[in-house]
């Protein structure tokens, strides 16, 4: 009687299932793979040309940090400013590289001593960056856009 019992309960909760309809089974397995993905990470970071796309992930985001920085510090390398003391500091810029691969500044961290001996340094940094751009990020084969943070490091010696 007990056994009867265990199988027709069984049968009971596994006929539930029967009786879902196609789109509520199909909404459940949606919910379920999108619960299941971590949408704080991408599986292809942002990448300039000579960058190998189907490197490791870290291995790309390497080559991007490292691409980036060398854009970064040729552009600045080229800027001359008049200053009346000798500077060594660190800003951080926060920039976007969207879906399509333009970058965008989004945020310079206001440094008053820097700002004080280099006024248009700011905007000078949003200019050097307007024209770049990259192969965007990808999450599943999807394009999507990536925030990214980056040390500036300012020395007039």
Known sequence: MQKFLLISCLALFASCELFMS????????????????????????????NCDE?????????????EILNHFS?????????????????????FLVDEHGFITVLNIEENPNILNEIEEFNAEVTSRLRDLT???????????????????????N
């Open 74 to 94: 040729q552009a600045l390398d080229s800027l001359q400013f008049q200053v009346d003391t000798d500077l060594n500091d660190t800003l951080y810029v926060d």
């Open 54 to 66: 189907t490197a490791a992930k870290q291995a790309q985001r390497d080559c991007f940090q490292s």
């Open 134 to 156: 990259v192969a965007p990020a990808l999450k599943r084969g999807t394009p999507v856009s990536l925030r990214f943070r980056l040390p500036i490091v300012v020395n007039t």
């Open 22 to 49: 196609k789109e509520d089974k199909t909404q459940r397995i949606v919910n379920e793979e999108l619960l299941a993905i971590d949408w704080n990470d991408v599986d292809q970071y942002p990448l300039f040309d």
